[in-house]
């Protein structure tokens, strides 16, 4: 691919962007983003501490007044114009996403950027049309209506799987609704969330709306988190950490918008189409080297095809081709760092005890060696209750577990904690259909599993956490209703008055 531009070159200013340029962080501790397709270093850069956070927040603060006062259809315009730019940059910003991550480019260039460009130009229309209650006179003495304001410096935390996509969903929803931010990507990789916040400049979105602090989640993150002039809190993470997020949240009074884990569920019945099944389960674990939150996890099938299916899946496995990230022909690429990948291996190693390792792993060898590679892995015969059933893996292994009546099925596909994804794979309308509604989980597709929408709600429920990105939806998030009550009668003695001024 074109665009391989000198990293160290374009963040020699230092990796925070404050009010509208890049700096070095003050904590006095630096960070080195590595390439986990080579184990080389991209970018060494000082993190932010408690000093830098206060400043980004004072910034935002300082831009919110203008800020939410510009018109929908200001915000509107420079949203589409940053649009435009991510547009242009788009080879960058592919290139940057996957030297950091290690995605392969063809999911960079065919997901990520031209996802995160579509919700820019979706919120860009959003921001026109934020709804409310009609005005009236519900009393029959008042004229009410509600205001959708916004709530002001929004204090927001994404993880390492996706950074650009997880930059602009926390960034869009907020600053079209008129709040100003600071946003703190995970320290591994910062790349795509800086150059979002320069796009933005280029946009004409003034400095001090969107603001990048890249520090550790212990300080920065935390006292972001605890900062008296954040309003809210917008965290998207593992669930361990969102409950320390919650603690903090909560002590402070803030409001919270929570995306944790996920252990979805992939359901086959037995009138499933065995073939599309099969495919979509390989993609569906895969993507992203498994690291999706809302990744196929478990799969359950029904007993008449549970072992055709297995066979099915680990020959399709097999076919997948591991490789330079940057190769065109890669379908997979490494785990965003070898720490991630041991930790993968380890929860395989430790299943061999009490289930069979159908296909997969391992790490490869030969040119592979020195990146964070794991074979796609398929796990079949553990217990619903054991460690690979039951906790997020966050890597390109698949489980498989038999079941025999629907009912059952669906019991296993709801029994773990979490709830942000699930699929139900059947020919017959009326078993699908139950399953969308006897599913808990804040996405459930039919017949396929992953795709995303724009328009569409992503948010979790139980422990995968509440609230919503995209869609509409996240301005019940980012934006504050106010209702306003004006009285029609113009008399001193209001009818109402009675409870304090005597008789009727
Ligand atoms: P993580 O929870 O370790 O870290 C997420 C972010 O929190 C990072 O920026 C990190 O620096 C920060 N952080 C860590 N400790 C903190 C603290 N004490 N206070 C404040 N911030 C802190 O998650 P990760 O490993 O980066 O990402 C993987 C996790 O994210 C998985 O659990 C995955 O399911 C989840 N995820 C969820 C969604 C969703 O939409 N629900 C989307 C993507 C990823």
Redesign the pocket.
Known sequence: MGNRFQVKDRFADGAQYIDGRLRPGTSGRSHTVVDPATGQEVLTYELAGTADVDEAVAAAKRAFPAWSAATPGERSDALHRLAGVLAEQAEDFAYAESLQCGKPVKLSTEFDVPGTIDNTAFFAGAARHLQGQAAGEYSGDHTSYVRREAIGVVGS??????PLQ?AAWKILPAIAAGNTIVL????LTPLTSLMFAQAAKEAGIPDGVVNIVTG???DA??HL?GHPDVVMTSF??????GK??AEIATATVKRLHL????KAPFLVFDDADLEAAAHGAVAASLINTGQD?TAATRAYVQRPLHDAFVARVAELMETVRLGDPFAPTTDLGPLVSHAQRDRVAAFVERARAYATVVTGGEAPGGELAEGAYYRPTLISGAAQDSEVVQS?I?GPVLVVLPFDTDDEGLALANDTPYG?AASAWSRDLYRANRATRELKAGCVWVNDHIPIISEMP?G?YKA??FGK?MSTYSFEEYTQVKHVMYDNTAVAAKDWHRTIFGDR
């Open positions: 935390i994404a993880p390492w799987n996706y997880m703190k990507p995970a320290e550790a989640g212990r993150g935390e988190v998207t993470g593992s669930t361990a950490v320390r997020v995306e944790l884990g996920g939150c997020e966050f942000l992503h979790g995968s956490g990105d």
